[in-house]
C-alpha cells in the first residue's frame, strides 16, 4: 500500500552534515527521513524556493524532455529500503501506456516538484525505515524520530548550501 507524502523541507543533518529531505505523510503524523547528496539537494532547493537558473538544471531538462514526447509523470513512489538504500519508481504515460522508471529518491523527488505529481512512499519502506533504524542505533534513531515529528515551521528554514 502506497502512503501519500509531502516534502515538508530540507534539512542539514547536524551529525554528518549531509543534507536531508524530509517527508512527512499528507495525512497524518509520520516523517520520513531521506538522507541525500548535496548537489540532488540543491536541485530540491531551488526548486522549493522557486528559484529560476539561466540554462536548464538536469531534471529540468527531463521535464522538457517528457513534455516534447508527450509523456505525462503520474507519481513518484519511494518503493524499497534495502541495506540502508532507499530506491523509487517514477511513473509515466504515454499514449494511455504506464511505464515505471528506476531512480534515485532524490531524482525523483527533483522531478516529482517540477512537474507536480504526487510522491508517495511504500508503507513497507515506512516500517522497514523504523525497524532499520532501531537495529542500527535505538537510542539515537528515536531521538531522531522524536526530534523530526515535532519540527515546527519556523525550525525548518530555508535549506543553506
Not at 37 to 64: C, F, Q, W
Not at 119 to 127: A, F, G, P, Q, S
Request: glycine share 4%; aromatic share 6%.
Amino acid at each position: 500500500m502506497e502512503v501519500e507524502m509531502k516534502i515538508r523541507g530540507l534539512m542539514m543533518d547536524p551529525a554528518t552534515n549531509m543534507p536531508i529531505v524530509i517527508l512527512k505523510d499528507a495525512s497524518g503524523p509520520t516523517v520520513l527521513p531521506i538522507w541525500v547528496g548535496i548537489y540532488e539537494a540543491n536541485a530540491i532547493a531551488l526548486e522549493i524556493e522557486k528559484v529560476s537558473t539561466p540554462r536548464p538544471m538536469t531534471h529540468d531538462l527531463i521535464k522538457n524532455l517528457l513534455v516534447g514526447l508527450e509523456t505525462m509523470v503520474r507519481k513518484v513512489v519511494v518503493s524499497e529500503l534495502k541495506d540502508d538504500t532507499f530506491y523509487a519508481l517514477i511513473w509515466l504515460e504515454r499514449d494511455g501506456q504506464m511505464i515505471s522508471i528506476d531512480s534515485r529518491p532524490s531524482d525523483a523527488l527533483a522531478l516529482a516538484l517540477r512537474v507536480d505529481c504526487p510522491i508517495y512512499v511504500e508503507d513497507e519502506v515506512l516500517k522497514n525505515s523504523k525497524v532499520a533504524g532501531a537495529a542500527s542505533d535505538k537510542f539515537q534513531s528515536e531521538e531522531l524520530r522524536r526530534w523530526l515529528e515535532n519540527l515546527g515551521d519556523e525550525d525548518m528554514g530555508r535549506y543553506k548550501m
